[in-house]
C-alpha cells in the first residue's frame, strides 16, 4: 500500500505547505486526511492536492505563496523508509488576494473554518495569512471578524476554485475527505464554514508550524 499503488480504503495525509514570498524561511502547515472507499487512483490524491493548493492559493494575501504539498499514507512512512508511500509536489502559487493598500494581520491571527463531519466533534483549519487589519474589529479586548458575509464569500469562492466539494461524502470521488483517529475510525466530512478568527501560535503543535 502506497501513493503509487494505493489500496482499497487506504488512507492518506495530504500537508499543504505556504510561506512569506520575502522570507521563504518562514513556513506553515495545514494537514488534512482522505480515505479512499472504492476503487482507489493515485491521480484521485494528485486532483485533491492541486484543489487544496487552489484552495489555499484563493484564501491567502498575495505577499505570500502555497509552496508544496505532500502526499502520504496515513500510517507512519519512516520506519523503515519508503519512498513509494509519499510524494512532496511543488506549486509556488503566490496568494490570490491582494493587499491593495491594506496592511496584513499578524500570522498568529487567524481564520479560522469549521471541517464539519457526520458524526462527532469538528475540526478545524486555520488559515494563516488571509486577513488584513481592515477585515477584523476589537470585541471586549479580542479580535473578531468585522464583516463575517465578507469572509464567507471568499471562502466560498475558495472552495469553488479547488473543486472541494467532490471530496466531500456527497461528492462524486471515491476518495473522501475525513476526520481519522487514532485508531483509524473515519468521519468523513460534509462541509467546510467560517468559524471566525483566533490566536493561534506560531509553533502550534498540533495545527501547524510557523
Request: a negative charge.
Amino acid at each position: 500500500m502506497s501513493y503509487v499503488d494505493p489500496g482499497v480504503t487506504e488512507a492518506f495525509v495530504l500537508r499543504v505547505r505556504s510561506s512569506i514570498i520575502a522570507q521563504p524561511s518562514r513556513l506553515w502547515y495545514n494537514t488534512y486526511e482522505a480515505r479512499f472507499f472504492g476503487s482507489p487512483a493515485t491521480e484521485a490524491l494528485d486532483q485533491l492536492a492541486e484543489g487544496l493548493a487552489f484552495y489555499h492559493r484563493e484564501m491567502l494575501l498575495n505577499i505570500f505563496r502555497v509552496d508544496s504539498v505532500t502526499i502520504s499514507t496515513w500510517a507512519a512512512d519512516s520506519h523503515p523508509y519508503n519512498p513509494a508511500s509519499f510524494v512532496t509536489v511543488p506549486k509556488n502559487y503566490a496568494g490570490a488576494r491582494p493587499i491593495g493598500i491594506g496592511t496584513p494581520a499578524d500570522l498568529r491571527t487567524v481564520l479560522y473554518v469549521k471541517r464539519l463531519a457526520e458524526s462527532g466533534r469538528i475540526g478545524r483549519i486555520f488559515f494563516r495569512g488571509c486577513l488584513l487589519i481592515g477585515d477584523l474589529t476589537s470585541a471586549g479586548g479580542e479580535w473578531a471578524l468585522s464583516d463575517l458575509s465578507t469572509m464567507e464569500g471568499l471562502h466560498d469562492d475558495a472552495l469553488a476554485t479547488g473543486e472541494i466539494a467532490q471530496f466531500w461524502v456527497t461528492g462524486e470521488q471515491l476518495l473522501k475527505l475525513s476526520l481519522i483517529g487514532e485508531s483509524g475510525l473515519t468521519r468523513e466530512i460534509e462541509n467546510h464554514v467560517v468559524g471566525g478568527t483566533t490566536q493561534v501560535k506560531l509553533n502550534h503543535k498540533y495545527f501547524d508550524v510557523a
